[in-house]
C-alpha cells in the first residue's frame, strides 16, 4: 500500500518562507511523477507545482511562478515544495499527490494523495 506523508507547514508571516515535504511509502517514488495542489477554505482544489518522474520536468500554476520551487530525491524518497515570497493568498492546506504517467496540471489525474499539511500566512 503506497502512502503519501506531507509535512512541513505552519504560520508564517507575508514574504516569509516555507519548505513543505513529501515522503513516500511502500513503493519507489521513482515510479511516480509527483504533484502539489492545495485547497483554500471555500475553494475546489486546485494545481500548484508537479514534476517528471526523474526530475527533468517541472510545471507550475502562473500564481506561482517564480516563487515556489518544486523538487524530488528519488533515494530518500522525498518531494519538496519549497515556497518563497509567501502571500496571505497561499493560505492553504497543501497535498502531495502522485500518478504513475506523466507530468499533468490536473487535479483528477492523480490517483494517490497525502493527507495534507496547514499553510497560513499572515499579512
Known amino acids: 500500500q503506497v502512502q503519501l506523508v506531507e509535512s512541513g507547514g505552519g504560520l508564517v508571516q507575508a514574504g516569509g518562507s516555507l519548505r513543505l515535504s513529501c515522503t513516500t511509502s511502500?513503493?519507489?517514488?521513482?515510479?511516480?511523477?509527483m504533484g502539489w495542489f492545495r485547497q483554500a477554505p471555500g475553494k475546489e482544489r486546485e494545481f500548484v507545482a508537479a514534476?517528471?518522474?526523474?526530475?527533468?520536468?517541472?510545471i507550475y500554476a502562473d500564481s506561482v511562478k517564480g516563487r515556489f520551487t518544486i523538487s524530488r530525491d528519488n533515494v530518500k524518497n522525498m518531494v519538496y515544495l519549497q515556497m518563497n515570497s509567501l502571500k496571505p493568498e497561499d493560505t492553504a492546506v497543501y497535498y502531495c499527490?502522485?500518478?504513475?504517467?506523466?507530468?499533468?496540471?490536473?487535479?483528477?489525474?492523480?490517483?494517490?494523495w497525502g493527507q495534507g499539511t496547514q499553510v497560513t500566512v499572515s499579512s
Open positions: 499527490a502522485a500518478r504513475l504517467s506523466g507530468v499533468v496540471p490536473t487535479t483528477t489525474a492523480y490517483d494517490l
Open positions: 511502500g513503493r519507489t517514488q521513482g515510479s511516480y511523477a
Open positions: 514534476i517528471s518522474r526523474r526530475g527533468g520536468s517541472t
